[in-house]
T-cell receptor, first 116, second 114 residues
Framework: DTEVTQTPKHLVMGMTNKKSLKCEQH?????MYWYKQKAKKPPELMFVYSYEKLSINESVPSRFSPECPNSSLLNLHLHALQPEDSALYLC???????????????FGPGTRLLVL | KQEVTQIPAALSVPEGENLVLNCSFTDSAIYNLQWFRQDPGKGLTSLLL?????REQTSGRLNASLDKSSGRSTLYIAASQPGDSATYLC?????????????FGTGTRLTVIP
């Protein structure tokens, strides 16, 4: 099973709402990632978790709060978002965050977020 | 900071043509380079990964080459098919940092016309 699943597929929220995005993998990977992709732009790294610990935070605003409850799950908690945060949020996983040169990241289908 | 650029931004070809997509990166200190495919509104699928010590990788009709010293990679698609229509992204993994973070290119949107 080389699948990364993400829920929900679509999310519409107001600027005062609190919502969460969920990502799951059962490949035994120990590194998980959140990327943000704006329309017609490449994905940009937000967070990296390695062995359930946050190892990289790419200066992401505090209104985005990641959580890794266990090695298979990754959440992204959203609060007081702005309309410019509307984007496709992609989750990925890999064998390890310090993986070898042959290691690839497996991506989920993404959650398309619209902030009104 | 690593900058990754892809040319052209969009490409439209008739079915059956061979084509080349280009990727350039500013810092040659990379661990590997990957080519991904992204269908509209969907996630990314890894197509090929080239380690920094390699020159090329092949998978079916796809061939990717890497010239690390000049900061360039190409993706060659033979005998294109309408099902190849998608956005193709290259991504590099820098060798300076310990983490497996990727820097993505701007993408090439490919349309194969039946």
């Amino acid at each position: 099973d080389t699948e990364v699943t993400q829920t929900p597929k679509h999310l519409v929220m107001g600027m005062t709402n609190k919502k969460s995005l969920k990502c799951e993998q059962h490949m035994g990977h120990r590194a998980m990632y959140w990327y943000k992709q704006k329309a017609k732009k490449p994905p940009e790294l937000m967070f990296v978790y390695s062995y359930e610990k946050l190892s990289i935070n790419e200066s992401v605003p505090s209104r985005f709060s990641p959580e890794c409850p266990n090695s298979s799950l990754l959440n992204l908690h959203l609060h007081a978002l702005q309309p410019e945060d509307s984007a496709l949020y992609l989750c990925a996983s890999s064998q390890g965050a310090l993986g070898g040169a042959r290691e690839t990241q497996y991506f989920g289908p993404g959650t398309r977020l619209l902030v009104l | 900071k690593q900058e990754v650029t892809q040319i052209p931004a969009a490409l439209s070809v008739p079915e059956g043509e061979n084509l080349v997509l280009n990727c350039s990166f500013t810092d040659s200190a990379i661990y590997n380079l990957q080519w991904f495919r992204q269908d509209p509104g969907k996630g990314l699928t890894s197509l090929l990964l080239i380690q920094s010590s390699q020159r090329e990788q092949t998978s079916g009709r796809l061939n990717a080459s890497l010239d690390k010293s000049s900061g360039r990679s190409t993706l060659y698609i033979a005998a294109s098919q309408p099902g190849d229509s998608a956005t193709y992204l290259c991504a590099v993994r820098p060798s300076q940092t310990g983490a497996n973070n990727l820097f993505f290119g701007t993408g090439t949107r490919l349309t194969v016309i039946p």
